[in-house]
């Protein structure tokens, strides 16, 4: 039997036909998901499994077995129902529905949820796809809705799917696109029948509208500090690339680059740091003793588990905090990570409360961050109100000398941020770590506390996520430690 064109294909090979071949001929090549990414697709089926309470009395068909799936689906179209994960099969293309709900006559519309917030062009060409195999069946499809999340919604109590849901026709933009489907359906056929892996050359498509889990392998004979790792984004960097320049260094004079991007290119070159001493010293005038270092880690469900609050916000579990009283004296640290299921974020704010004092400053890297995480929590308890009122204005952000390139070194590439910053600093880092950034840590959680994890998966998550929060603060003082240091 000749390869099976699924929707999943399809889309793949709609982004890069090399990517879709070693899928079906070399899979063994594709690297496994990640923690992070595993957490997206389970927070995908989770919303699934509430978009098929839309429709009581619908029909949950089983999908383990390929062939039981659509024999299934076949003698169940005719009671005319809802139906959750058809298998629809015609020749060697195949696709499984969301929810393929019966409507006036022997029509049909097709639903597919998604655990995103808006429609986006990919969920389009998925939804085309569904509905052309269904025709090729002989399925006649009236609309085609796309069902994501209403982020605006906030739970109080049992969900409601109605109001967590959107549910928006896209018949038309279906439509517009299915033109051409005929030969796009042919062309990626033949690229999975053939025993030769297409010729690609990167670019955009590499990135969108995911990245491509074989970008590493594709992306290998660059050099290091190519024009890829040039700060002011991908436009810029692809239009180096397509004039043939591959490094940072190899970039003609007779090209403008702005302020930034002239500091790395001469970074690269010289092998030099660049330090620009007076606007540190400006930035370290402005830190007061003590000194809180803050850092959140968060999580966001795609469903929300705590009443009050919305679809993907942003729940503080764990902070790490290290105080320095006095220029030249130890710091203290203390943290709090959240335990069981409860909503930890009373108890975060009582902790903050009780070791956060009036005076001195806040730091914290890309402080709009945790500005935003704390004002959340006072407005969902805005007994709050006061004290946060009291302790915003002292907040600075150390990520401030970096974005602005007071200081760089040519190894953080295109970033400001600390996982490359504390390195190139300090010359510490986080290879050690079992968990090595933000949505790492979100991911270990929210396993731990929404899963059926072992007494000694938890100990050994929680110690991770203690070991990594304290990186972030800690690194921070080093940091800073560091400016002080340059500056003089």
Known sequence: MPPLLSK???????????????????????????????????????????????????????????????????????????????????????SRLDILNPVDGDEWEIIETKSGTSVKEVYIDDVSFQKFCCEKAGLVIRSCKLGFINKQYVKNGEIDP?????????????????????????????????????????????????????????????????????????????SLWEQGILCIKDIPDDIPLSRQQQIQKECVMTGNVHVEKEEIRQFLRRLKYPLYYLDFETFGPAIPIFDGTRPYQDIPFQFSLHVVESEGSESVHHSFLAEGTEDPRPQVLRELQRLLGSEGSIIAYNAGFEEGVLKELVEAFPEYTDWLESILGTMVDLLYPFTNFHYYHASQKDTASLKKVLPAVTGKGYEEMNLGAGMDASAAFARIMCSDATQEEISRVRADLLKYCRLDTEGMIWVVDKLRELSD
């Open 8 to 94: 999943s294909k399809y889309l793949t090979g709609l982004q890069c036909p090399k990517y879709l071949w070693t899928q079906i001929h070399e899979p063994e090549r594709i690297p496994e998901p990640d923690a992070v990414t595993q957490y997206i697709f389970d927070q995908g089926h989770l919303v699934g499994e509430y978009a098929k309470k839309l429709f009581p009395g619908g029909i949950d068909i089983p999908h383990d077995g390929f062939m039981d799936n659509i024999a299934t689906t076949k003698k169940l179209l005719a009671e005319r129902k809802p139906l959750f994960e058809a298998g629809i099969l015609h020749g060697n293309i195949y």
């Open 162 to 238: 109605k109001e967590l849901f959107i549910l928006e026709d896209v018949s038309t933009q279906v439509e517009e696109i299915s033109g051409g489907m005929e030969d796009r359906v042919s062309d990626l056929l033949e690229v999975i029948s053939s025993k030769a892996c297409p010729e690609m050359t990167i670019g955009q498509h590499c990135l969108a509208p995911y990245e491509c889990p074989l970008r590493e392998e594709c992306w290998g004979f660059l050099p290091e500090n190519s024009v890829f790792d040039l700060r002011g984004g991908k436009t810029r960097q692809f």
